[in-house]
């Protein structure tokens, strides 16, 4: 639930100033990257439990995980690769979603907080699936250099 607070009040905060696309972009790397330190801080251990017994070595797709979306956060802030970018963050996220359902089914903690319950987790988890695949969509990657008053300003064509 934090991570789509994190989201949704980002995304106001910046949406006026910077719009929409760019709003929504920032907001998810920010997102990311809080969710990616999970991966290597205090609630490894829990997020190793959530890991369904069918994967070998819980640690290292802990790990795995958390650099992809490190790497993706990075990706988004760079307009040549927000796209590939966001639709690898889109995949992981879909990938991942077993280890949700696997931690609600079984009651885990996280934190020492009982794990999202399925039905709160799945609306979570498609929030922030349709905020990644909207910046994917929406963002062709091109730079455009634009000539001004004895300056060349780089701007991105987000279409």
Do not use: E
Not at 121 to 136: E, K, N
Request: hydrophobic share 55%; aromatic share 6%; with cysteine.
């Amino acid at each position: 639930m934090v991570l789509l607070v994190l989201l949704v009040v980002l995304f106001l905060l910046l949406v006026i100033p910077l719009g929409w696309l760019t709003a929504l972009r920032m907001s998810l790397v920010r997102m990311f990257f809080l969710n990616a330190s999970a991966h290597r801080g205090r609630r490894r251990a829990d997020l190793i439990r959530m890991v369904p017994s069918g994967f070998p070595q819980p640690d290292l797709v802990v790990t795995l995980t958390g650099d992809c979306k490190i790497l993706g956060a990075i990706g988004l802030m760079m307009t040549q690769f927000t796209r590939p970018a966001a639709i690898g963050l889109a995949l992981l996220l879909i990938g991942m979603f077993p280890a949700k359902i696997h931690a609600a089914r079984q009651g885990m903690t996280t934190g020492d907080k009982p794990a999202t319950p399925l039905v709160a987790r799945s609306v979570i988890q498609g929030v922030i699936l349709i905020a990644t695949m909207a910046v994917a969509v929406g963002s062709n990657g091109q730079v455009r250099k634009y000539a001004g008053p004895g300056r060349v300003v780089v701007k991105a064509v987000l279409t």
